[in-house]
Every structure is written in C-alpha cells, then in structure tokens.
C-alpha cells in the first residue's frame, strides 16, 4: 500500500470519529504534535504540583491538608498516565523528563506564578482546576485513543479539584472581612494567568488550524477561553468578589461576556522562562531528581535481580 493510501485510510477513521491507536498507520507530523502536546501536558503536571505541594505542611486544618496531599498526590498520577500516553506513540521517558530538566520542554504558564498564601490554593483548585477542566473534557474526545481514555480518569479527578478549591474561596469568600480580602486579593492575581492558560489567541496560534483538523483538539483556544470566563464569571459573583477586568461584562447581542484585552507580553514572557518562578520551579524538579536517583538505581537493581531468577531455573533444565 502506497503512503498515499495509508493516509486516505488515516483521515477516513478521523472523520468516522474512529480512534488512531498506537500501533496505527499515522502521520509522522500527527505523532510529534501528540508527543509535543502529551509531554507538555504531562510535564504540567507534575511542575504543577509545586506551587501548591508548598502549602501542605501549611494547610489550616488536618481535614484540609488531607485534602490537599491527595489532590496533590492525584497530579502526580496524572503526570504518570500521559507520560505512559506519550509513550505508546514512541517516545522515550527518559528524554522527554530531560527536556523538562534542560528547560527545553515547555510546561504550562500558570505554574510559575507564586502561591503566596492559603487562598491561593482555593484559587489554584477554582480557577486553574478549572480552566484545565474546561481544556481536558474536549480532549476525552480527541482522536488518539490512549490520550482520550487518560483524560476521562484526569477529568473525574480534576472536578474533585475544582471543587475542593471552590469550597475552600467559600469558606474564605464568607469568613472574616480579612479572609475575604485575601480571596479578592488571590482572585486579583491569579485571573489574568489562568485565562493565558488556554495558550495564544487563535490568529496567533500556531498548531490549531491542523490540530483540529486532526480532531487533536476539537475546540480552538479562543473558545474554550470564552467557554470558561462565562462558566466563571458567575461563581465570582456568588462568591461575592469582583473580577480584576473593568471591560468584562455581559453582552446580549453574543450571549457571553466581553472581556478585556490578555496582556501578551506578560504570557509570552513566562512562556520563554522568565516568569516569577520559572528558575526555582526547574530547580526544584532539577533537585527532586537528583534526590530520587538512588530510587531509579534501586528499581533497576531489583528489576534485573528478578529477571536472573527467572532465568535461572530455565540455566539449570540447560546445563542438566
Ligand atoms: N503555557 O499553537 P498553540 C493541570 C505554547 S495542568 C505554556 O496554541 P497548542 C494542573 C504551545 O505549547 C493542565 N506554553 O499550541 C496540574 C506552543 O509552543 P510549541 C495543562 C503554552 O498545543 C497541577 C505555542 O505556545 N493542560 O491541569 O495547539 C495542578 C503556541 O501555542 C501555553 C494541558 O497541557 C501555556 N499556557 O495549544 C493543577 C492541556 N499555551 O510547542 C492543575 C493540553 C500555549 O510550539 N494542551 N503554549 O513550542 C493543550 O490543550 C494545548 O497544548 C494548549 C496549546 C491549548 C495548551
């Protein structure tokens, strides 16, 4: 079968909504924009994990820390299913965490903004939970079937997420007038990041015109952007806090809300490794890995001692 087929073959399950499995025919570009993809995906995971695995040993209650160590403890697992998506289409781990380390690999913009205090944690599970939500229930519809089957455990976890962070600016939203401070203070800050979250407006966005041919993504990052400040913009407002945008407000005509302009220089500027924590982020991963050699060296050691007993029996039946 010529290439040409192969590829008729591959758009025709596409448009059926049939799922591209690993061992498929498929384009080597259709591959690297899913390694790509996959592995940012998973590497946001796992840096995510920082901003708020610093207030574990800080969480105001022992209800509230147990909370958040399996929210925490959940990221961790999410970082793990996409490593294992991203390599079912051939990539190497090992590589892929490298590019994490060597600060080649991207990683999402909002994990190097700081967490200053405990409502940033009800903010991060409001907000940043649920933009990610907003990304991932469209991605458990996207044409690769091992990435679509890893988002759908991902999104039970993250409406979890979203929701302990949302109860948590509710008891922060409804407490003293000091509480309710800082959760204004928290929604002022992390606003504008988490609405950068859903990447580059489309005309500037470069891999979603053939993404969404290949049903990679279905939804484009301006709409999806759309989609969450109308699901958020009343949560605000039960909560009773203000969103930090003068021009937002609800326009009838295109039954959504207006809202004002991203600042761009500020995304692309965290994108390229100089946002607040981009340094201390890598460090810390850079760190954990090191820590953990010992770990990798353990498994190894014990992996290779199990596989010589196995074959040890099948020596033994030889040399007789
Ligand atoms: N930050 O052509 P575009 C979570 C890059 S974590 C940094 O629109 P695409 C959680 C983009 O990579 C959830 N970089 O790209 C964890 C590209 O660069 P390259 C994270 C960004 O891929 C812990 C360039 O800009 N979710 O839930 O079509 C605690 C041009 O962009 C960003 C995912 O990763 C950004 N925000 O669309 C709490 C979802 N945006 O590769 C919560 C999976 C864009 O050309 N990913 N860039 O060098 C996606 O859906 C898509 O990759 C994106 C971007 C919508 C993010």
Redesign the pocket.
């Known amino acids: 079968m010529t290439s040409l087929n192969f590829e008729t073959i591959f758009q025709s399950k596409i448009d059926d909504e049939t799922k591209i499995e690993p061992k498929d025919w498929m384009p080597d570009a259709y591959r690297k924009t899913l390694i790509?993809?996959i592995s940012?995906?998973a590497h946001?995971?796992i840096v995510?994990?920082l901003p708020?695995g610093n207030w574990i040993t800080r969480a105001p209650s022992l209800r509230r820390k147990l909370i958040l160590l399996a929210k925490v403890q959940d990221?961790a697992g999410h970082g793990l299913y996409l490593y294992s998506a991203a390599e079912t289409l051939g990539a190497d781990r090992d590589d892929l965490v490298q590019q994490l380390l060597t600060g080649k690999a991207?990683?999402?913009?909002?994990f190097n903004y700081p967490t200053l205090n405990w409502a940033d944690i009800g903010a991060?599970g409001w907000l940043?939970?649920g933009a990610?939500i907003m990304?991932?229930v469209m991605?458990t519809r996207t044409s690769y079937g091992p990435y679509a089957r890893a988002m759908v455990r991902i999104c039970k976890e993250?409406s979890f997420?979203q929701r302990q962070g949302y109860e948590i600016m509710i008891a922060m939203a409804k407490g003293s007038p000091e509480q309710k401070a800082m959760a204004q203070d928290s929604l002022n800050r992390w606003w504008w990041p988490s609405l950068?979250?859903?990447?580059?407006s489309d005309s500037e966005?470069?891999?979603?015109d053939q993404?969404l041919k290949w049903k990679i993504?279905r939804k484009s990052?301006d709409e999806l952007r759309q989609q969450f400040v109308d699901v958020t913009v009343p949560q605000a407002e039960y909560l009773g806090l203000t969103v930090p945008d003068p021009a937002l407000h609800w326009n009838e005509a295109r039954d959504h809300y207006d809202f004002g302009e991203i600042n761009w220089d500020e995304f692309w500027s965290v994108?390229k490794g100089n946002g607040p924590c981009n340094r201390q982020r890598l460090q810390a991963r850079v760190k954990a890995y090191e820590d953990g050699a010992w770990v990798r060296d353990a498994a190894i050691a014990y992996a290779e001692k199990k596989e010589q007993r196995k074959l040890a029996p099948e020596a033994a039946v030889k040399a007789a």
């Open positions: 790509r993809q940012q995906h946001s995971e995510g994990m708020e990221e991207k990683y999402s913009s909002i991060i940043v939970d990610a990304n991932q991605l993250e997420h950068m979250m859903f990447g580059p966005s470069t891999h979603s993404a993504k990052n994108v």
